[in-house]
């Protein structure tokens, strides 16, 4: 049984964010107003990202909108797949190698991980 646990918001420093949460979300072209969750990190086959896809697809359109961010390793092509499944706008695409001091920008306009 766990006695004790600390919660951790985000696996970046949040403390010091390199900007606001609305001006992070203007930057990536995300309204104010959608909750964000964000998928960051390879984008590999066994980490449930088609899953995670196909799942935003059946909700209605503008229920959330998700972040992907990282470099594409393997699996379907994500840009493909949502623009298939018709739920496009409720994706924001940043595919490719993440500095270190680009992170805050995407973790600050998120309200959840996946």
Do not use: Q, Y
């Not at 970046?12 to 606001?20: G, I, S």
């Not at 072209?29 to 799942?55: H, P, Q, S």
């Not at 298939?84 to 309200?111: P, Y």
Request: aromatic residues 8%; glycine residues 8%; neutral net charge.
């Amino acid at each position: 049984m766990i006695k004790h646990a600390t919660f951790i918001p985000w696996g970046t420093d949040v403390r010091k964010p390199a900007c606001t949460r609305e001006s992070a979300r203007a930057r990536l072209g995300i309204a104010n107003d959608r909750c964000v969750g964000i998928f960051f990190g390879a984008t590999r086959r066994d980490k449930g990202l088609e899953l995670l896809i196909n799942a935003v697809a059946r909700l209605p359109r503008g229920t959330v909108h998700i972040i992907i961010a990282g470099k594409k390793i393997d699996g379907a092509d994500p840009v493909a797949l949502t623009a298939h499944l018709g739920c496009s706008s409720d994706f924001t695409f940043h595919l490719g190698w993440i500095a270190e001091e680009e992170c805050d920008l995407f973790f600050t306009a998120s309200d959840f991980t996946v």
